[in-house]
Antibody
Framework: EVQLVESGGGLVHPGRSLRLSCAAS????????MHWVRQVPGKGLEWVAG????????HYADSVKGRFTISRDNTENSLYLQMNSLRGEDTAFYYC?????????WGQGTLVTVSA | DIQMTQSPSTLSASVGDSVSITCRAS??????LAWYQQKPGKAPKLLIY???SLESGVPSRFSGSGSGTEFTLTISSLQPDDFVTYYC?????????FGQGTKVEIK
């Protein structure tokens, strides 16, 4: 069974940094591209970043470009999101997701709250 | 980027009704479209992938159709548990995009 477990969320002050992690299991991690998606509580879904299986290509939403960095460690079956210069509008649930032809698979999410 | 336009934003219906939600892509995405159901406080749950394939364990009253730029999610015989929010998503490119969501309310 595919499992994706996010961690690293919490309360952080504006301008500070936070690193999210996603532990993957139940599939061959380095066969798949991976993504981060976020959702402000009560609002819609926003794709944040994606990375190919070998980290060769990374894509970012304009709203986070230059501040967030997606990375992965295929030896550890882990996905990461380094978030710098955090803003109030970055407050959201962050989900990691596995790409694939049979539809994306999502974790349960971790909440990031940016507030003074 | 590919834009996804989902309609309606809100839908009022009764238990037992059949309803449809539409998603339109700004350019062709083939059949790389997913539909999700989201309950309050929970992660989105995959219902349909590749436009019309039913995810394992999802009731058969959910169905998807379409290709290219026009897609539809149909829920036949709405059950009380179905009155929540639904999203479409294109995964044709690495830059995923989502519809704005449709909240299905009890009439």
């Amino acid at each position: 069974e595919v499992q994706l477990v996010e961690s690293g969320g919490g309360l952080v002050h504006p301008g500070r940094s936070l690193r999210l992690s996603c532990a993957a299991s139940g599939f061959t991690f380095d066969d798949y591209a991976m993504h981060w998606v976020r959702q402000v509580p009560g609002k819609g879904l926003e794709w944040v970043a994606g990375i190919t299986w070998n980290s060769g290509t990374k894509h970012y939403a304009d709203s986070v470009k230059g501040r967030f960095t997606i990375s992965r460690d295929n030896t550890e079956n882990s996905l990461y999101l380094q978030m710098n210069s955090l803003r109030g509008e970055d407050t959201a649930f962050y989900y990691c997701a596995k790409d694939g032809t049979t539809g994306p698979t999502w974790g349960q999410g971790t909440l990031v709250t940016v507030s003074a | 980027d590919i834009q996804m336009t989902q309609s309606p934003s809100t839908l009022s219906a009764s238990v037992g009704d059949s309803v449809s939600i539409t998603c339109r892509a700004s350019q062709s995405i083939g059949n790389w479209l997913a539909w999700y159901q989201q309950k309050p406080g929970k992660a989105p749950k995959l219902l349909i992938y590749k436009a019309s394939s039913l995810e394992s364990g999802v009731p058969s009253r959910f169905s998807g159709s379409g290709s290219g730029t026009e897609f539809t999610l149909t829920i036949s015989s709405l059950q009380p548990d179905d009155f929540v929010t639904y999203y479409c998503q294109q995964y044709n490119s690495y830059l995923w995009t989502f519809g704005q969501g449709t909240k299905v309310e009890i009439k």
